[in-house]
């Protein structure tokens, strides 16, 4: 039991770092840009608004535009 312990606690440390390097790294991009690549980069949609300050409801609307210009690029 105690090794699980340490490997969730060993998860969220990791997730906490990528999501920081991953911040550090956007700072500065258009919110658009930045909202994109943290959905390519699997967080959910409500941790994404509070990553970057910004509603849950704010986020749906960019990701539906970003989608609808993806499937318009594919044809």
Avoid: C, H
Avoid at 56 to 68: M, P, Q, T
Wanted: glycine fraction near 6%.
């Amino acid at each position: 039991m105690e090794r699980s312990t340490n490997s969730e606690g060993f998860e969220s440390e990791l997730q906490k770092t990528m999501k920081a390097s991953l911040l550090a790294q956007i700072q500065g991009w258009k919110q658009r840009e930045q909202v994109e690549l943290l959905d390519r980069a699997g967080f959910p949609q409500r941790q994404i608004a509070l990553m970057l300050g910004t509603s849950s409801k704010s986020i749906s609307v960019r990701l539906a535009e970003i989608r609808k210009e993806a499937r318009a690029r594919r044809g």
